[in-house]
Nanobody, 122 residues
């Protein structure tokens, strides 16, 4: 069956780094745009980054530009989110999801992972 599984979250100090993975099974991730989202307690879910399938274009929300990098490894059927210079406001559950194009509405992301917790704290 089709599935997305996030991994790589954990506890890190401010200024540290984590690399999140979004691994697909049961289908080929190459054909789909993949977005990363996050949700913290008391906050709405927000889009963090997205990578398109055909041209590899990437987008980032302003708060993570220059710190986060999204990439994909088609051979591993996996999309990554490299997170550097982490700050406490990055603390959230991070989710990946697939859609046709990165400009899609939230309702058009059809498949979601279970999420992975990222905690940035001293």
């Amino acid at each position: 069956q089709v599935q997305l599984v996030e991994s790589g979250g954990g506890l890190v100090q401010p200024g540290g780094s984590l690399r999140l993975s979004c691994a697909a099974s049961g289908f080929t991730l190459d054909y789909w745009a993949v977005g990363w989202f996050r949700q913290a307690p008391g906050k709405e879910r927000e889009g963090v980054s997205c990578i398109d399938s055909s041209d590899g274009r990437t987008t980032y929300t302003d708060s993570v530009k220059g710190r986060f990098t999204i990439s994909r490894d088609n051979a591993k059927n996996t999309v990554y989110l490299q997170m550097n210079s982490l700050i406490p406001d990055d603390t959230a559950v991070y989710y990946c999801a697939t859609t046709g194009w990165c400009d899609a509405a939230l309702s058009e992301y059809e498949l979601w992972g279970q999420g992975t917790q990222v905690t940035v704290s001293s």
